[in-house]
């Protein structure tokens, strides 16, 4: 599991009841989590959630309006500007490149602007982990959006950052080339980058992350994805049976495991129980006991969606009141 791979040593971010106000209006609220070196963290949210500013805020490119953060173990604060931007890099939304420049100028001119060393071997290393070597004297302006977003990945590995932010690194692109893209990250994942990730597409928080948090303006909920599910939902098993049981309150109420059950009159049982590992024998013994032919018997299976939706509608209902 990926999450092993996290050093339990001093966090990569550390962010405490941060806030961004632009006037009247609040961007993010008291948002605090941390991120251990080497992981791969999913900050997910509807558009406007605030994941932009998030990204802004701990990148120094605006300071907050309250809180407190530390970024690759820098606190963040006007006089660390320069300290905290040497470690990580920013991939913004839009790829910002000089079309009428070639990808390895692109490279070049921003290596030259980072002050990197040894820009020559860099500008290398970078195009070869975006697999875009053969790629380096075509001009940016006739690329791909897919491409672009590459070379973008590419000049935000030229200094080698501690903490890398991508801020919705596949928007907009096709799914062939949003498979590419997720490949990438995926690789520099297992290589040990530390990688913060916006994303308003679940199946990426859910592909790509170790650990994803949930915002909207405030911090909703933070987990891996499968203690998320757990969290908010009930377990619960969907079991087949040939024909309907005879007496199924007698077969489901008596065991212990068991909370609540529903059935048809076809044969099909939802049961809420508190436990697979002791359910699912129990009333595996049960069923047989009772004479009945069990065709299946499953877990019922969340996806990262369904809390995702889950907690949006609670954060709309909560503002209908
Ligand atoms: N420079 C700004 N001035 C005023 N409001 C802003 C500014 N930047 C972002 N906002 C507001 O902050 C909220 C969060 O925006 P943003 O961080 O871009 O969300 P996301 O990236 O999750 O879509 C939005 O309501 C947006 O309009
Ligand atoms: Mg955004």
Known sequence: MRADRRDHGAPALAVSG??????????FEDVTFEIAYGEVFGFLGPNGAGKTTTVRTLGTLIAPSSGTAAVAGIP??????????RRIAIMPESPGLYDRLSVAENLRCFANLYEV????ERIERALRSVRLTDRAHDLCGTLSKGLRQRVALARALLSEPQILFLDEPTS???P?????VH????????????IFLTTHRLEEAERLCDRVAILNTRLRTIGQPAQLRDRLFAKALTIRTRAALC?????????PAVERWSGDSDGSYLVSISDTEAAA??????????GADVLSISESYHSLEDVYLELIDEDTEALRR
């Open 183 to 194: 490949e990438l990250i995926a690789t520099l994942g297992r290589g040990g980058v530390t």
């Open 247 to 255: 007496d199924p309150d007698r077969v489901f109420s008596d065991l």
């Open 18 to 27: 941060l806030t961004k106000h632009f006037g009247e209006r609040i961007a």
């Open 176 to 180: 062939v080339a949003r498979r590419e």
């Open 76 to 85: 963040l604060a006007p006089d660390n500007g320069v300290k905290i931007r």
């Open 117 to 120: 060393s040894a820009p020559g």
């Open 281 to 290: 024998p129990a009333i595996t013994r049960a069923l047989v006991a009772a």
């Open 172 to 174: 907009g692109l096709d």
